[in-house]
């Protein structure tokens, strides 16, 4: 099986842009789709990313995802930080009957 | 509306048993797996296994199997995580998810294992 990796934790101003990374150790980033999620707080998790760069209707589009065959990752890319956007982002994908999740990043704005 | 509604927090003691349950409702409850996520305190989300109403296919995880069991009752849209002997290493959060791409998820069932 493979792991997703992401760093533990990004923090950066309102109205900036973050770039969270979710890299694979094995096997093609590309191989299968991967999603990103948002927790907040108490709450459960929310999609705010499918299928590598969809975005589920309601997320705004300051949220965006793409992949990197080269560093065999996916990066999830906020821009126009505001304060509402902090929380938990989990990284998500799966081989055909295994599904992994990154270890989550803390995203704080500040 | 697509709703996953899980049962309410749950206080057991070590050894004892536990089924917890996840009704969806608003969708195709067949056409989706339904996949079980733990979140142990203060830690992130870990995939338990998955099961797939319409034909009762499962996955564990290898981290979780032999330790919980998946099952569905499709008569009544409802999942369930199983448990036969509780340990205090159980106690966390637990999600049901479904949907494409994980889009739909539960609100959460509490279980605390405690003496």
């Known amino acids: 099986n493979f792991m997703l990796t992401q760093p533990h934790s990004v923090s950066e101003s309102p109205g900036k842009t973050v770039t969270i990374s979710c890299t694979r150790s094995?096997?093609?980033?590309?191989?299968?789709?991967v999603q990103w999620f948002q927790q907040r707080p108490g709450s459960a998790p929310a999609t705010v990313i499918y299928?590598?760069?969809?975005?589920p209707s309601g997320v705004p589009v300051r949220f965006s995802g793409s992949i990197d065959s080269s560093s065999n990752s996916a990066s999830l890319t906020i821009s126009g930080l505001k304060t509402e956007d902090e929380g938990d982002y989990y990284c998500q994908s799966y081989d055909p009957n295994i599904v992994v999740f990154g270890g989550g990043t803390k995203l704080t704005v500040l | 509306e697509v709703q996953l509604v899980q049962s309410g927090a749950e206080v057991k003691k070590p050894g004892e048993s536990l089924r917890i349950s996840c009704k969806g409702s608003?969708?195709?409850?067949?056409?989706?797996?339904i996949s079980w996520v733990r979140q142990m305190p203060g830690k992130g989300l870990e995939w338990m296994g998955k099961i797939d109403p319409s034909d009762f296919n499962i996955n564990y995880s290898p981290s979780f199997q032999g330790h919980v069991t998946l099952s569905v009752d499709r008569s009544i849209s409802t999942a369930y995580l199983q448990w036969n002997s509780l340990k205090a290493s159980d106690t966390a959060m637990y999600y049901c998810?479904?949907?494409?791409?994980?889009?739909?998820w539960g609100q959460g069932t509490l279980v605390t294992v405690s003496s």
């Open positions: 094995s096997g093609s980033i590309a191989s299968n789709y």
């Open positions: 299928e590598d760069d969809q975005r």
């Open positions: 608003g969708y195709s409850f067949t056409s989706y797996w």
């Open positions: 998810a479904s949907g494409p791409a994980f889009g739909y």
